[in-house]
């Protein structure tokens, strides 16, 4: 992704959240307090995905039972 892309993005969560999340300068990128509290628990919730995509694989919504399909002939 373009630097200027994830510049934006970063800049619009922060203009939703209210809040700055990182402390830009020319020669680095640094989380601010609450950039660190934001990253550490959307990091939790995101690892959580894969558990939460497998409640919907399970057998119980597998397709099951007889398929009967008719032709002409």
Known sequence: MPK?????IVGD???HLRVRLL???TRSVQFTKEGAIYYKRASAWLQQ???IDDVFDSEHVK???RL???TSS
């Open 4 to 8: 200027a892309t994830a510049s934006k």
């Open 13 to 15: 969560l922060e203009g």
């Open 23 to 25: 402390n830009r300068t």
């Open 49 to 51: 995905l894969p558990d």
């Open 63 to 65: 397709p099951r039972g």
């Open 68 to 70: 009967a399909v008719h």
